[in-house]
């Protein structure tokens, strides 16, 4: 009896392995509800064309990131809170919550060195998205901001995101 025991209390002490997932972003929605996504990316769409040439011939393009773009700025996301207010007109107004401090970021699009675009081409940012994977595998696209006409972000509830809490960073 005292064998089993202490085999339960050494069994109870005994450090947890570390999970095989990585921790989830969690999402909160404008409609209330809240999905947690794991292997989370933020995506740039663009599109970019050679100069001199129609639009017609640009192609679209998406650069993945761990870190907020804004112009030629990078913020980490790691362990930051991004909280996003539609106003009823308007462009949508970005605070990021990091280290204790709120400030408000500029929703400028990003840099064309960050989406890597050569000077020969012209570059139209369109939106800012949040993508990864539900509990149940599930993958799932958010539409955080649109830099330009030809995207419309948040207009249903259901998906209009409100705030993102981002894990620690992978190690």
Do not use: H, N
């Amino acid at each position: 009896m005292a064998g089993l025991l202490l085999a339960t209390l050494l069994l109870v002490q005994a450090p947890l392995p570390p999970p095989s997932e990585p921790l989830p972003a969690l999402v909160y929605l404008a409609d209330g509800t809240s999905v947690p996504l794991y292997w989370w990316q933020l995506s740039y769409e663009f599109v970019a064309w050679p100069e001199g040439s129609s639009p017609e011939m640009g192609t679209v393009g998406r650069r993945e990131s761990a870190e907020l773009w804004m112009g030629k700025t990078r913020r980490t996301a790691s362990r930051a809170t991004l909280e996003i207010e539609r106003p009823e007109s308007g462009r949508p107004r970005l605070f990021l919550l990091a280290e204790g401090r709120r400030s408000e970021l500029k929703p400028d699009p990003p840099a064309r060195e960050l989406l890597q675009v050569g000077r020969d081409s012209v570059l139209l940012a369109r939106s800012l998205d949040l993508y990864g994977r539900t509990l149940t595998g599930t993958r799932r696209d958010f539409c955080l901001l649109s830099y330009s006409a030809t995207v419309t972000c948040g207009s249903d509830p259901a998906q209009r995101v409100t705030r993102i809490e981002f894990p620690p960073a992978s190690r």
